[in-house]
């Protein structure tokens, strides 16, 4: 796209339970209350699926209605989606966003989608071969996740230490592309266009540990487990979009192996491993300018930071 069809894009990052949900609804209604339209983009890749709201943290209907929201429920939980797919649709979201005189705000904790788009990732380069995806899905089937992982590790071993190995789509994806070209490098990345501003949330561990547990908990009081139930009435469980923190764990309660207290506590473990492995992905990027949000949400800093970026593009 050309730079003349590119919005200002404003990107938030930070683990799971940083609060970057919140901040981004302040920040885009900050914006607009001095005269600047904001629409955000999620790059959540659990929150592309259909029905997947209460264990994937969704926005509200009420909050879509007060900040323009796109990248969110674009396919059932049976259908594969790729950051290729969500490159695409987030050119798309921000065609428009540009033809509208607004500011994007590209907001989540999926490290590869927020590249794809900030960075222009080449991801439409990247190789696919249906007979090899589905090979690659039967081994998972048939031999479980570590033996994908021993296979990736093998034969790309500097791409399996970029991939969160605890995915299964991850690591599915990974492997796929590793069977076709091996362990070459990724397609060097294009560029956004423009400048983008990369702001990132940051939560002292113990304040984050404890957020995560009582969303965990809060997740499965507001009905986890139900909507769940509801998904698998409709799609198979083996799907790997079921495979997500709180899906798996809910599912676990409802065949019996887990407790509800059981499952809440294994959701509340795995997501704070999740957010170690986040950390992780984006101290990787240069360009992020860190916030504390320990305490509360760093509104004023955010906002002088996205008029001070404005202000340079003009």
Not at 15 to 34: I, N
Not at 175 to 185: C, F, K, N, S
């Amino acid at each position: 796209m050309a730079a003349a069809a590119l919005p200002p894009l404003v990107v938030l990052a930070g683990t799971t339970a940083s609060g970057k949900t919140a901040l981004s609804l302040a920040l885009a209604e900050q914006l607009a209350a001095r005269g600047v339209p904001a629409e955000i983009v999620s790059a959540d890749s659990r929150q592309v699926y259909r029905g997947m709201d209460i264990g994937t943290a969704k926005v509200t209907p009420e909050e879509r209605a007060r900040v323009p929201h796109h990248g969110m429920d674009l396919v059932d939980p049976d259908v594969p989606f790729s950051v290729a797919d969500f490159a695409a649709h987030a050119g798309q979201a921000l065609a428009g966003i540009a033809e509208r005189g607004a500011v994007a705000l590209l907001v989540g904790g999926t490290g590869f989608y927020l590249r794809s788009v900030a960075c222009g990732l080449a991801v439409d380069e990247l190789p696919w071969d249906a007979e090899v995806r589905a090979s690659v899905e039967a081994a998972l089937a048939a031999d479980g996740l570590p033996a994908l992982v021993a296979e990736l590790r093998r034969l790309a071993p500097t791409r399996a230490a970029a991939v969160d190995l605890r995915n299964p789509r991850r690591v599915v994806r990974a492997l796929e592309i590793a069977r076709l070209r091996g362990d070459a490098p990724l397609p060097e990345p294009r560029g956004y266009g423009r400048p983008v501003l990369w702001l990132g949330l940051r939560v002292e561990p113990p304040v984050l540990r404890a957020r995560i547990q009582a969303r965990a908990r809060a997740q499965f009081d507001a009905g986890l487990v139900e909507e769940t139930r509801a998904l698998i009435a409709r799609y198979s469980p083996t799907l790997p979009s079921f495979s997500g923190i709180g899906y798996a764990e809910a599912l676990a309660v409802i065949e019996g192996r887990l407790s509800l207290e059981e499952a809440i506590a294994e959701d509340a473990r795995r997501n704070v491993v999740f957010a170690r492995h986040q950390a992780t992905w984006f101290r990787r990027e240069p360009e992020i300018v860190w916030l504390d949000a320990t305490r509360e949400l760093p509104l004023g800093e955010a906002t002088m930071a996205v008029e001070s970026y404005l202000a340079s593009l003009s």
